[in-house]
């Protein structure tokens, strides 16, 4: 069975500070990998995703992801946050292999921006 | 090119209530996902739907639950005699295919059950 785990259910960064979400996922097959925002009382809005290729996706916004196998991590990165940056963060795998590549969500990961 | 669209966005019953959630998918997707978030917790999966079939009900409830995809229309996520512990966020999501990877979300809707 697939999981996704996210470390700290909070985090707070100052403005113009980096951003360092992490994420380890358990699959037993290559994985699809996903990282989703949701702002307050909205839906979630895909930020990026990898599938295959370039282990370095680029998404929206200026956050990009570093898939890492042998660490079995997809950690969530921004070089300078900015105070729009504050909002929930989920990491999801898709169980591609299993009717239709439903997601599984971590926790989630609230992310807090200080002036 | 209009984007998932549920309705009610809020939806306030009483235990025992019938709640009925719609879910316009975006247009060109057959695939609906439904997701239920509870306070506090990420999202969970609960079905998947495509035209006239359901595809995959493992994450849902037993009992009261149900969800149909017609030929036309929404998709429908029916919760029956709800009860206090059904309150929570519920997802739709759509994509084109099942290859395609990414589904893209509604808004949701929010239901308290009072």
């Known amino acids: 069975a697939q999981s996704v785990t996210q470390l700290g259910s909070h985090v707070s960064v100052s403005e113009g500070a980096l951003v360092l979400l992490r994420c380890n996922y358990s699959s037993s097959v290559p994985p699809y990998l996903f990282w989703y925002v949701q702002y307050p009382n909205q839906g979630l809005q895909l930020l990026l995703k990898y599938t295959t290729g370039a282990t370095l996706v680029k998404g929206i916004n200026g956050f990009e992801a570093e898939f890492k196998k042998s660490e079995t991590s997809f950690h969530l990165t921004k070089p300078s946050a900015h105070m729009s940056d504050a909002a929930e963060y989920f990491c999801?795998?898709?169980?591609?292999?299993?009717?239709?590549?439903?997601?599984?969500f971590g926790q989630g990961t609230e992310l807090s921006v200080k002036p | 090119n209009a984007g998932v669209m549920q309705n009610p966005r809020h939806l306030v019953r009483r235990r025992g209530q019938e709640a009925r959630l719609r879910c316009s998918p975006m247009k060109g997707h057959s695939h609906v996902y439904w997701y239920r978030q509870l306070p506090e917790e990420g999202l969970k999966f609960m079905v998947y739907?495509?035209?006239?079939?359901?595809?995959?009900e493992s994450g849902m409830p037993k009992e009261r639950f149900s969800a149909e995809f017609p030929k036309e229309g929404p998709s429908i996520l029916r919760i029956q005699q709800v009860v206090r512990g059904d309150s929570a966020a519920y997802f739709c999501?759509?994509?084109?295919?099942?290859?395609?990877?990414?589904?893209?979300f509604g808004p949701g809707t929010r239901l308290l059950v009072l």
């Open positions: 739907l495509q035209k006239e079939n359901i595809i995959d």
């Open positions: 999501a759509s994509s084109p295919t099942s290859v395609e990877e990414t589904q893209y």
């Open positions: 999801a795998v898709s169980d591609r292999y299993n009717q239709g590549g439903k997601l599984i």
